[in-house]
């Protein structure tokens, strides 16, 4: 079974909303990545996040984890074009084992 | 630097023919990794490597080979193509992991493979 699951699986917003990806795990997590993809190309780091309760911010885009480690959300304020993409978000269980990946969230943003 | 590299950035196989997908990064990373990215399926590690001459299974090993005989490269080997091996291979390094996770996963641009 799929240990991290995101949703949604995608999204259409309008250009200048809000909007935010979550990202749910089965079991505790060492470690939380976001990662942003370009429709054909590689992935691109955005946030890492490990201790419970963290909370990071890069110009419009806000990354949470959960007390409980189980849980992270993305959220980008005032949503631009440039924002679209896939989203993906990728966890370590230990410090030893390999990252994990969610299925991803496609977001497109429209004028 | 120029980070993670992968060639080629596409290809056409025949089922039954045999590939090597080429990665190379030049930052000095202890640690690579393949993975496969089918649509909408997310990324599926196929293999990954702690070192040079260290290399072991990830979730979805079969119909590939990997060997690490340098830090810098990490080739993957497809040797009897099938169509479900169609896909998006990305690569990617790190530098060894301490216990803070303080070095994230750099990924190269990826190989489209197509098997007919």
């Not at chain 1, 250009?15 to 990545?33: A, D, F, R, V």
């Not at chain 1, 780091?45 to 990354?63: R, W």
């Not at chain 2, 990490?74 to 803070?100: K, N, W």
């Amino acid at each position: 079974s799929q240990e991290l699951e995101q949703s949604p699986q995608s999204l259409i917003v309008q250009e200048g909303k809000n909007l935010t990806i979550n990202c749910t795990s089965s079991k505790t997590l060492y470690g939380l990545y976001w990662y942003k993809q370009k429709y054909g190309e590689g992935l691109i780091f955005l946030m890492m996040l490990q201790k419970g309760g963290e909370e990071k911010s890069h110009e419009k885009i806000t990354a949470k984890l959960d007390e409980k480690k189980q849980q992270s959300s993305l959220h980008i304020t005032a949503s631009q074009p440039s924002h679209a993409g896939i989203y993906l978000c990728g966890a370590y269980y230990s410090g030893n084992t390999p990252l994990v990946f969610g299925k991803g969230t496609r977001l497109s943003v429209i004028a | 630097n120029a980070g993670v590299t992968q060639t080629p950035k596409f290809r056409i196989l025949k089922i039954g023919q045999s590939m090597t997908l080429q990665c190379t990064q030049d930052m000095n990373h202890n640690y690579m990794y393949w993975y496969r990215q089918d649509p909408g399926m997310g990324l599926k590690l196929i293999y990954y490597s702690v070192g040079a001459g260290i290399t072991d299974k990830g979730e979805v090993p079969n119909g590939y080979n990997v060997s690490r005989s340098t830090t810098e490269d990490f080739p993957l080997r497809l040797e009897l193509a099938a169509p479900s091996q169609t896909s998006v291979y990305f690569c990617a390094s790190s530098s060894m992991r301490g216990p803070f996770l303080q070095e994230t996963q750099y990924f190269g641009p990826g190989t489209r493979l197509l098997v007919l």
